[in-house]
């Protein structure tokens, strides 16, 4: 295993420390934790909270979307581990601003126990609580760590969405109604170029040979679907876009975001050719794209691969919500 | 090799078309050029414009910080290869607004000599055009491409404190005098992990031992300084900041902006990781870090690895117009 760390025990904590001391003027920890909050001027603003978290290793997700007009909070567990739920409830406690606080969880058995236990120690202080779990992983249903669909890179679109219509002030009621309007709509697929090391175990989780790709992994290396020999970029987004095509039916007229996201060791150079390769193939659909975005938003380590997350635009606000601007360290142009 | 793209020979035509597609409110595509410019309602304010470029590979520069308060365009050559003149001058030629224009290039020969050229064709054109050469990597003098030092990341903090001088009215004399100012004070060092494979190569350029990094590599895979068996994100912080060191000199009172910058294939978790022990070790020689900035901002494709970048923030100037607000792809918060 070749990384810039220290102990392996430490990674997480250090990570922490190095992001929240690089951008101050947007981030701060929570004493003894490792929940990553607001720290703009704005921070204490009376709207509804936005929490979301999960194992770390999906860097810059979760805590590159704190700031204004996107989450309240981030909670880091260690590696491809949940966050626990007293760290979690810490992180509920700071974003309650007397309009309670809305949580967004991926499908991770892990996640949703935890956040679930957390929500519980809420209801007994009396923060109301609501929350959504994303499932825009079409891969496969069921896997190592998820009962139904798992949780990846779309869940950035609920965090900027969602985050979007609190800033604007839309209370708890309407913050729940709008995230379960816009998660069934929101549709990811990925292929592995190679495996990911989690540095406690110094091995890659899975292996692939020098010419075999496989399609469907999970940001946590569990097996996708199918393995092929190596595909060119078209070919690749051309299989992906099939099983997205099967969930969404494209036809003209549809409007649609479009997120390419690298896994982590993948170039920008090869995220922008499969991104042309996927609008030329959506054009051929005939369906409108409105909203693009390029970029490593949901890692899994040193994973090469990409995913490709497409949402429906139903409603023209979720399009204004996605280009809602922001102060976040990671959520860009 | 295992990338995601299709011909070898247009990789760089399908990345500038991609790009420019994901992001069209900020950037398009010259015809008939790899030069992307800047495509906002303010393109055409008569202000300086600011030209980079330099061989594709390194994305997202230079072509991520196009856009309003940073460059008025980039012009991609091929991977690893200078742009040509002609490329060069169309983007000098789009992006005089009638105050002239200022180049910033990167200290390699090919590059110098066709930005030169470029510089040239406007001179017969009547436009107005001076220039700098960025030259921060102190990890070796001369080098393959080279006379002199290399340029590398710290050229990203020269596009941005230009770009918000230009955005603010200086004209072409205060911002050539402003850009060898700000340049003696950048420096640059970067350790690699592994090397980087061009496309059409299809080998890496260097190899490394599994447990063997090198010191002071170059962005193109040049020759560092130094190979060691791997050593912890402190000892390379420490190993790093002595070189560093020995250029500015540390001491109590002094002011700084620290760049962290992830070569292409190394997880945000480690460059966090590593900027940690940066900040930590720059602590104990008592200077002032008042600018932080970590993420993948010029790379060298799949490499792994980091650079640091120190700017000595001599002037209050300097450190304002690294926080002054851009719309670009990639400078981000």
Known sequence: MKKIINNVDDVVAEMVDGMVRSYPQIVKKLPDTEAIVRNDAD????????????????EPTHAGYVGQGMLSAAVAGQVFTSPTPDQIYAAIKDANHGKG??????????DVMNFDMAKDIADMDDIPVKSIVVDDDIAVENSTYTQGRRGVAGTIFVHKILGAAADQGADLDQIDSLAHQIVPNIKTIGVALSGATVPAVGKPGFTLADDEIEYGVGIHGEPGYRKEKLQSSKDMAHELLE??????HFEAGQHYAVLVNGMGATPLM????FMNDVLNELDKDGV??????????????????VSLTLMKLDDAHWLQNLQYPVKTIAWGA
Not at 270 to 273: L, P, T, V
């Open 101 to 110: 606080v809305f949580l967004i969880i991926k499908n991770y058995s892990g």
């Open 288 to 305: 409108s794209v409105d909203y693009t975005k390029v970029g490593n938003f949901m890692t899994s380590l040193d994973m090469a691969g």
């Open 243 to 248: 099983k997205l095509g099967s969930e969404f």
């Open 270 to 273: 090869e995220q922008y050719i």
């Open 43 to 58: 921070r204490d603003k009376s709207i509804v909270g936005l929490v979301s978290g999960g194992g770390s290793g999906h």
